[in-house]
């Protein structure tokens, strides 16, 4: 039987509050601080590994999480989402996004179809569609072959698939894998859609327009914008475009497009990266048997997260020790911080995840909560950013905790040597030095250069940065911020939040306003 | 005389602290609420507005933030600032980033020579340069013109230099000013080398290694990068680098380069995108005409930052409201949306400008301060924000303060009208109504979909974004910055917090390490 009681009714919690607290310096010192950090390890999928040494934990306060998570069920609510509770409780909704990279649990049936099978099913079909893509079979008008994919969609449609895509552009090069060059559209500024079709080539380029409902304004608008493109260049815009869009939509059984996959409303925007959202522009980008190994890395990482051992469940050790930092700690927000420039638009993907999700000031059944929720989530590349903000996370007068990435070899393996080190050691030298700097912080006499230290960090490394292994980190964070949910018994998956300025803006261009809005409105000249 | 004291100390501080708060979704009501937005707007340089209508002010907490600037004689120490005192005092330096686009006051004659005109002579002989580049007087050693331009650089040297070749690339296409593309090389990650290299024609490209010192290794080793490139291509590297350092620098007088322009120690990096390290590539991408516009606009905000009427000097206000948001209303971050694609980067830029800035715990005499300084700053364009993280900005348990950007024209001027209005009127109806939902909120039976507003946000408007547009939008929040430095009684102009990082991973790649630091090395395998 599943309890969802908010977290400060929970007799765990109560107990990691009365926890003495930790001090960083204190505990990374000599020895017993090496010893500590080789322990404090938690293997993932993918071949990743979750080190949370620098984080301000003990063995007395690991075992109160523990006890946390199993007071809170974390374990059981994860395995009533995948055998298809409904654990979207707001929209009344199974959660499955899971579901479309592994079976997890029980057979799911919804709509009358099983729905594991629905999703291999689109899947299948995109496989197929892609193979033929980059085999020249299915072409342009002219029988020439799609060079080029462009994807047309905003928040989850965009964020995520870019994100993907960027971090294994230079991987797919290396590896001969990059069938297709692929660009986002996204933003309604015309500016986008305008600058993205002026360096793509509409000729050769097939667009994948996403949009769930068919109805997302800003979509719709690019669409418009890249079929007036291509037509002024002769060419006939259903010859060159794909939908992914539910099966109840008006895109679905359109003749304006090539193809139709289809996404349900199981799996929200934010989750549905590892879908049909994300399959039909990667796998048409990589090949389909790339796209299969971002799938199994994550399935791999979710496999993982049915652990009830927190040691062994880096996604639930990370929500635990997320929910501490927030609710035990006071921090208000976590910075994403990969030593990775493939990963640069990936703090921007986990900003919409966790964001989105866990931005929420009423518990699942609607009662107001008297507790913090999802913290800002926010991030730049190493090394750029320690030449940048890394001034306030030292020395500024918040403490934000730090979540870095890591690989020991860089995706293309070009380098150089100066001064006896190659770029990827210099790399990896600054992560691991920062990781220390932060947590130990230094003395000095000038107390413009005293650095205080007791500034958390984990790190998540991997040999190298590959489909698989970003399979995993992407499924590690979706698992995290669902654990969290659960934490603060919240509804991680609706967003009712994004639905006001909708509502508003429609009034604002039917100048159906008065007041504030009118002036601002008119400010705009709209 | 002036008297440098702590932000707590202030009378009007405490008198600020004791006003009665401001209840958004009150004032923004009716007849009143539409005259309150009207009249909460300042003018800018650029041919900008900054409207404050829908921030936690009124005219009493006004009063006393005019009594709060007065008291700590922010006018004066502007002027102490640009007239050269020693302002930098932990470094013991000046600071004249404006002067480089201006004179504000009094001659500031150091190092034995007048900085004006040192500084309006650098960069004639970029201008020089630049146009004997684009008129193929300068060529690489086919004789052939150079058609890229690649900075290399990190930190200051990177992010404000490509914020703003992002903001422009798109106008300069549309006026025919876009002489020469311009790509970045930044992180020491060596894919982000390797990648830029892969999509750029080295025989045409001309590249710009900007440091200060000459040392700072990141860009030291991408340079060795891009030379083996240069070599392997059978070019002379020599035929196709300039340098952007300081004339005491290594590089200074080095055979290595084709020509080199100097900077020197009174522009830190994050204020540097007006002086040579922005020139140099901003010139050669878009001619020295635009670039002078950009110092052209940026020189028109700096002299309304003279101005002691808070309501006639927007970075002064926008200060003074930032600080009362930080210090009496206790939020921890502002997200800076700017509803504009060409302003991608600009957040990232403000980042480092704001928190390296003010992200200090001591005053400017190295003690100990008891209150908090710099926020975090964040942010993406809207409208993708949107439909991403905007669900915890209006539903979340944290306020947090917005900073909007928008413009009633696009830069290129293409556009479609669907559903009865272009995409650049839905960009600007997004944007309105936004602000008046995070201000004003919403009801609803059902406690999910409540908004309860009271999340304040300013906005800065403009007819287009161009050039000088670009450059007073820079100077706002440069002023601003400096404004909030002076406030805090902090030096915004130093960073001794980059550079523990920096002796530990020295000290890892020498594998000088033991305890933790050496526990993480050994993940990294270093």
């Known amino acids: 039987?599943?309890?969802?009681?908010?977290?400060?009714?929970?007799?765990?919690?109560k107990?990691?509050?009365?926890?003495?607290?930790?001090?960083?310096?204190?505990?990374?010192?000599?020895?017993?601080?090496?010893?500590?950090?080789?322990?404090?390890?938690?293997?993932m999928g993918g071949g990743l590994t979750y080190n949370f040494g620098a984080k301000k934990v003990n063995d007395e306060i690991l075992a109160d999480m523990q006890k946390l998570a199993d007071e809170a069920q974390l374990t059981e609510k994860f395995a009533e989402l995948y055998n298809g509770g409904i654990v979207n409780t707001g929209e009344k909704?199974?959660?499955?996004?899971?579901?479309?990279?592994?079976?997890?649990?029980?057979?799911?049936i919804a709509d009358g179809v099983n729905k594991r099978e629905f999703y291999t099913g689109v899947q299948n079909r995109i496989n197929e569609f892609a193979n033929k893509v980059h085999a020249g079979e299915i072409t342009?008008?002219?029988?020439?072959?799609?060079t080029q994919v462009v994807q047309i969609g905003i928040g989850g449609s965009d964020l995520g698939p870019r994100a993907l895509y960027i971090a294994l552009e230079n991987w797919a090069k290396k590896n001969n894998s990059l069938k297709m060059e692929a660009r986002f559209i996204s933003n309604v500024d015309p500016d986008d859609a305008s600058a993205v079709l002026a360096r793509t080539d509409v000729a050769h380029a097939l667009f994948v327009l996403v949009s769930k409902s068919g109805t997302t304004l800003e979509t719709l608008t690019n669409e418009s914008f890249v079929k007036d493109a291509l037509v002024k260049a002769g060419l006939n815009p259903s010859r060159h475009m794909v939908a992914v869009t539910s099966d109840s939509s008006p895109l679905a059984k359109s003749a304006d497009y090539l193809d139709a996959f289809f996404m349900?409303?199981?799996?929200?925007?934010?989750?549905?990266?590892?879908?049909?959202?994300?399959?039909?522009?990667?796998?048409?980008?990589?090949?389909?048997e790339v796209f299969a190994e971002i799938l199994a890395g994550a399935a791999e990482q979710d496999q993982l997260c049915k652990n009830t051992d927190i040691r062994k469940n880096s996604s639930m050790l990370d929500a635990l020790i997320g929910v501490y930092e927030r609710n035990i700690l006071g921090y208000t927000?976590?910075?994403?911080?990969?030593?990775?420039?493939?990963?640069?638009?990936?703090?921007?993907?986990?900003?919409?995840?966790?964001?989105?999700?866990?931005?929420?000031?009423?518990?699942?059944?609607?009662?107001?909560?008297?507790?913090?929720?999802?913290?800002?989530?926010?991030?730049e590349p190493g090394t750029n950013g320690q030449h940048s903000f890394f001034q306030l996370l030292h020395q500024g007068t918040d403490i934000i905790p730090l979540q870095f990435v890591g690989f020991r070899e860089s995706q293309l393996g070009n380098d150089v040597v100066i001064k006896g080190s190659t770029s990827q050691q210099k790399l990896c030298a600054n992560v691991a030095a920062q990781i220390v700097a932060f947590a130990c912080g230094k003395t000095d006499e000038n107390p413009n250069k005293v650095f205080h230290g007791g500034r958390p960090?984990?790190?998540i490394t991997g040999q190298t940065l590959t489909p698989k292994s970003l399979g995993a980190l992407l499924a590690h964070f979706e698992n995290k911020v669902m654990f969290q949910g659960f934490l603060?018994?919240?509804?991680?998956?609706?967003?009712?939040?994004?639905?006001?300025?909708?509502?508003?803006a429609t009034n604002v261009l039917a100048h159906n306003t008065e007041g504030a809005l009118k002036v601002y409105s008119d400010l705009l000249e709209i």
Not at 24 to 43: F, H, I, Q, T
Not at 364 to 376: S, V
């Open 1 to 13: 039987m599943i309890r969802w009681n908010n977290l400060d009714t929970l007799d765990a919690f």
């Open 15 to 43: 107990a990691l509050e009365s926890d003495a607290k930790v001090n960083l310096a204190e505990v990374l010192a000599g020895e017993a601080g090496a010893e500590r950090v080789k322990n404090y390890s938690v293997p």
């Open 93 to 108: 909704r199974h959660v499955l996004h899971q579901l479309v990279r592994g079976q997890l649990g029980n057979d799911v």
């Open 140 to 146: 342009n008008e002219a029988g020439e072959k799609f």
């Open 264 to 288: 349900d409303d199981y799996i929200g925007g934010r989750y549905s990266s590892s879908s049909a959202v994300g399959g039909a522009v990667l796998s048409l980008a990589f090949g389909p």
């Open 333 to 379: 927000s976590t910075a994403v911080l990969p030593y990775s420039q493939a990963l640069s638009r990936f703090p921007a993907h986990l900003q919409q995840l966790d964001m989105e999700s866990n931005g929420k000031a009423v518990n699942r059944f609607g009662e107001k909560i008297d507790y913090k929720t999802g913290p800002l989530i926010w991030g």
């Open 457 to 459: 960090s984990s790190i």
């Open 488 to 504: 603060w018994n919240i509804n991680s998956f609706d967003q009712e939040g994004v639905q006001l300025g909708k509502v508003l």
